[in-house]
């Protein structure tokens, strides 16, 4: 008995369609079945929900200081590892003014010294050092200063409880987590950095950043918003004088304490602030932390040091090396 041909032709088409018409059925059935991505609530991360009511991120860092051409030092070693690139916005500012800026590196020059670097300086930076500074070397930031240098130490939360021990109680006011003062120096600064760090709060959220205003001192002259992330805070004594402090309800890390807490201090020719960031490229233009930048390299050019009170003694180790201007460390 044969088929008939009309027969198969139409099973055929039946099972095609059915075949068609279940292949077109999948991606309906699997978008139906697909839950929408998940929204995360997470506001404080959102763009508009910032504590802090930051200024857009432009301007420029000026100088007001009128002064002759300086050489500024950055310290770039005791565990200190700042570079050309990561502070920019003060190197840029100070070398566009005339003044020449140099890193000490003694891993670049074994035969440098730091008092040999500071025979020449006119003043001497050094950020968040995490290695203690010898006594000679203390010594030689003592008549450093008294010699008319300007001396500048910024901190963060990472070495502000050791800072103090670091420099040999140089600052003058050892905290409880410092180590006992290991040299007797003439020039006591009455300041030194708190373990811990500031943040600001709102009823749900934390903020690792505070605002600080301008309070005394140079430094502080036209600060009404300066942005600092992660700022120690600074206890001062004697005639210090604090430069900056941070908004009412400002908190400290180790005492969940409310209050304003000062984050910058100066005495003559010595200033401390209580963060490093604030030079980053990233955050010199956030609030007024431009203006800061631009007190900052003011107070390091505005000393007048005389060579003959400075360390002039020569080192056992050699000619003077070079601080390192033209090949600045890697880094930051």
Do not use: C
Not at 157 to 166: E, N, V, Y
Not at 264 to 289: E, H, K, M, T
Not at 310 to 324: C, E, F, L, V, Y
């Amino acid at each position: 008995m044969q088929a008939n041909p009309l027969r198969l032709v139409g099973t055929f088409l039946l099972v095609v369609v059915v075949i068609v018409g279940a292949a077109a059925a999948v991606p309906l059935v699997t978008s139906q079945q697909t839950p929408a991505p998940t929204q995360l609530d997470n506001p404080q991360f959102q763009p508009g929900n910032t504590l802090i009511d930051e200024a857009p991120q432009d301007g420029s860092i000026e100088m007001e200081a009128d002064a002759e051409p300086k050489t500024i030092v950055v310290d770039a070693g005791h565990g200190a590892a700042p570079s050309a690139k990561s502070i920019d916005p003060l190197v840029s500012t100070l070398v566009a003014n005339g003044h020449t800026v140099e890193f000490f590196d003694p891993q670049a020059d074994r035969r440098a010294t730091l008092n040999d670097s500071l025979r020449e300086a006119d003043a001497f930076l050094t950020i968040a050092p995490t290695q203690r500074y010898s006594d000679a070397e203390l010594s030689g930031i003592a008549a450093f200063t008294d010699a008319g240098g300007r001396l500048v130490v910024l901190s963060d939360p990472a070495s502000s409880g050791g800072l103090s021990s670091l420099l040999g109680g140089l600052l003058g006011l050892p905290t409880a987590s410092s180590g006992p003062s290991t040299t007797h120096l003439s020039s006591q600064y009455e300041m030194a950095f708190q373990a811990g760090y500031l943040y600001e709060t709102d009823s749900e959220r934390n903020y690792a950043a505070v605002s600080a205003a301008g309070a005394n001192g140079s430094l502080g002259d036209g600060v009404e918003n300066a942005v600092l992330r992660d700022a120690a805070p600074v206890v001062v004594g004697g005639d210090a004088t604090v430069a900056l402090a941070s908004a009412d309800g400002t908190t400290r890390s180790t005492t969940r304490r409310d209050g304003s807490y000062a984050v910058a201090a100066q005495q003559g020719n010595v200033a401390v602030i209580g963060d490093s960031d604030f030079l980053a490229p990233d955050d010199a233009y956030r609030g007024d932390n431009e203006v800061l930048i631009g007190n900052l390299a003011d107070f390091l050019v505005s000393g007048e040091k005389s060579p003959e009170d400075a360390p002039t003694k020569p080192t056992p180790s050699g000619p003077r090396g070079p601080a390192g201007p033209s090949t600045p460390p890697a880094g930051g």
